[in-house]
């Protein structure tokens, strides 16, 4: 049974490019979440989605971040005109529903790189 | 809101000695507790949670945590420390309204394990 699987492991962008983050949950997972993990800092919520809609995206910056989950493949979450700021770790994680019975499985991360 | 303080960004014990991770919480309503262990270049693992109950709870790999409403608390022990310990521990705190896996992080704290 695999895990929550993210790709690509490491990212390096030149600033002004778009990164684009993939994630696709658990098996039988239908609620993503993305966070955000700055250098010597714990993990920031960015956004919370189910199939196809975005429930949460309170913590999302109001500029240039996105993110989708399609009825069909992995979560995105897309970056553009890539900024030295963005430098950091992102974590998307899954659950299987949004109780507390229902905690969330992280994926490896991504390692963005702005250079 | 809510909000999360983990005392001590790093911590360090000899092998075979107890370990004490400190972290405090401010909810309004309720809260749900957890705490991550995360092993370098990997994504957070759960190590247990309090929901309801028994304010004792007992993890993985020997940690465990009370819940102590007074002192708003939720402290990670473990009796003997082992250098697999050597990581970095995350409490989080979600709440029964809203989003229950929606979690706000603690900014950590490393342990290092010596000899």
């Known amino acids: 049974n695999a895990g929550v699987m993210q790709n690509p492991r490491h990212l390096v962008r030149r600033r002004g490019q778009e990164a684009r983050l993939r994630c696709s949950p658990m098996?039988?997972?239908?609620?993503v979440y993305w966070y955000r993990q700055l250098p010597e800092e714990g993990l920031k919520f960015m956004v919370y989605?189910?199939?196809?809609?975005?429930?949460?995206e309170s913590g999302m910056p109001k500029e240039r971040f996105s993110a989708e989950f399609p009825k069909e493949g992995p979560s995105i979450l897309r970056i553009q005109q890539v900024v030295r700021g963005d430098s950091a770790a992102y974590f998307c994680?899954?659950?299987?529903?949004?109780?507390?019975?229902?905690?969330?499985?992280f994926g490896n991360g991504t390692r963005l790189t702005v250079t | 809101a809510q909000s999360v303080t983990q005392l001590g960004s790093h911590v360090s014990v000899s092998e075979g000695a107890l370990v004490l991770l400190r972290c405090n919480y401010s909810?309004?309503?309720?809260?749900?507790l957890f705490w991550y262990v995360q092993y370098p270049n990997q994504g957070l693992q759960l190590l247990l949670k309090?929901?309801?109950?028994?304010?004792l709870v007992k993890g993985i790999n020997g940690f465990e945590a009370e819940f102590k409403k007074s002192e708003t608390s939720f402290h990670l022990t473990k009796p003997s420390a082992h250098m697999s310990d050597a990581a970095e521990y995350f409490c989080?705190?979600?709440?029964?309204?809203?989003?229950?896996?929606?979690?706000?992080f603690g900014t950590g704290t490393r342990l290092q394990v010596t000899l």
């Open positions: 989605l189910q199939k196809e809609n975005i429930i949460d």
């Open positions: 098996k039988g997972h239908s609620h």
């Open positions: 989080a705190v979600s709440s029964i309204t809203g989003t229950a896996s929606k979690l706000t």
């Open positions: 994680a899954s659950s299987p529903g949004q109780g507390y019975n229902s905690p969330l499985h």
């Open positions: 309090y929901t309801t109950g028994a304010t």
């Open positions: 909810s309004s309503v309720p809260p749900y």
